[in-house]
């Protein structure tokens, strides 16, 4: 049977780009997110490219929704051998501005969101000594003008990546994470237009600053999180590997 694999957000973005790229390393893939409806695109496409994957609806930073998710899945696939947390949402705002429920929002998808999917997870693959957690930061977890909510919890993801590859290592579980830079998805089209910029502009200005001189694809963060979920990094744990081109430099 082949091993499974569960993202989170996955519906569209970087976490369709890497559902379609464990498929095509073999995994089954349960494609989570909010809207299971919304999965059917990653799922058809996984499955035209000779792949299989199933939709599942499920909100993160829900308790009751997470621990149902995995049941589900672990049930109708038979294992939980990577997952990969990936579902995120922007709340922008300089501090002055920023309200309770913009911090709220953000601390519950990124960092709730990772705790319960983890957890979740762990229950299968501690069980089974073995399994793969990969967990998204991102460059911002450095310091961005606007993003005291979203710097700080993808920051607060790296530390929990650090203490779950120190508790779980044990059991055979790598965890890692990584920090993308600008990659091209709605998330920054919808940042672009937040800030009045045509998005085309808003990735050449990305671009300049970048020492490779371009932005990100969505496929750039899948190769990375492909080998975070492969044998070939069995020695690699409680990482953060940055995917920015070199910006952060
Ligand atoms: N795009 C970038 O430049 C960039 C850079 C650094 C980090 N990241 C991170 O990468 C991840 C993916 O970003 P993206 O650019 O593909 O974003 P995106 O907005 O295109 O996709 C995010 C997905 O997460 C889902 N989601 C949101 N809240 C959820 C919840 N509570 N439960 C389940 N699913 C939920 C959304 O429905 C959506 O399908 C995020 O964690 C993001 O913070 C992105």
């Known amino acids: 049977m082949s091993k499974v694999a569960f993202v989170t957000g996955a519906a569209r973005g970087i ?4 559902a379609a790229r464990l498929a095509a390393d073999g995994f089954t893939v ?9 999965c059917k695109t990653a799922v058809d496409a996984i499955a035209a490219a000779g792949g299989q994957a199933i939709a599942v609806g499920c909100n993160v930073s829900d308790e009751a929704s997470v621990d149902a998710a995995f049941e589900r899945v672990a049930a109708e696939l038979g294992s939980i051998d990577a997952l990969v947390n990936n579902a995120g949402v922007l709340r922008d705002n300089l501090l002055f501005k920023m309200s309770v429920e913009d911090w709220d929002t953000v601390m519950s998808v990124h960092l709730r969101g990772a705790f319960l999917c983890s957890r979740a997870a762990q229950r299968y693959m501690v069980k089974q000594k073995s399994g793969k957690i990969v967990n998204t930061s991102s460059v911002s977890a450095l310091g961005s003008r606007g993003q005291a909510n979203y710097s700080a919890a993808k920051m607060g993801i790296q530390g929990f990546t650090r203490t779950l590859a120190i508790e779980l290592g044990p059991y055979g579980i790598n965890v890692n994470a990584v920090a993308p830079g600008f990659i091209v998805t709605d998330m920054t089209d919808a940042t672009a237009a937040r800030v009045g910029v045509d998005p085309e502009d808003f990735r050449k200005a990305a671009a300049e600053i970048t020492p490779l001189r371009r932005v990100g694809k969505p496929e750039d963060i899948a190769n990375v999180v492909s080998f975070l979920c492969s044998a070939d990094s069995s020695f690699v744990t409680g990482q953060t590997i940055y995917v920015d081109g070199g910006r952060k430099l």
């Not at 349960?30 to 919304?38: P, S, T």
């Open 15 to 18: 976490g369709a780009a890497t």
């Open 30 to 38: 349960a494609i989570a997110d909010l809207d299971e409806a919304a």
